[in-house]
């Protein structure tokens, strides 16, 4: 795999896991901490993530980039308001 199609997989994937988490962020920002919801919501994305990685071949070293990235999600999700 070339340098460039690694650096676009990382890039989409980062990105989607961002998009993934806001609307996640969200909803937990709407319920009571550390009740069930407030776990799942953080938690419902991380297989879509896991799956997006093994897919896209890209190694374990990449995961703090994407936690990074979930938690960017969750707290932008959070601050929304409509």
Do not use: C, E
Not at 7 to 30: D, Q
Request: hydrophobic content about 55%.
């Amino acid at each position: 795999m070339d340098i460039t199609t690694k650096l676009a997989l990382v890039l989409g994937l980062f990105f989607f896991t961002v998009l993934l988490n806001l609307p996640f962020g969200y909803l937990r920002a709407k319920v009571k901490k550390f009740s069930f919801h407030w776990f799942l919501y953080i938690h419902l994305p991380i297989p879509l993530i896991f799956l997006g990685r093994r897919l896209s071949q890209l190694s374990w070293h990449y995961i703090p980039l994407f936690v990074a990235a979930a938690l960017i999600g969750q707290f932008s999700g959070g601050g929304l308001v409509f």
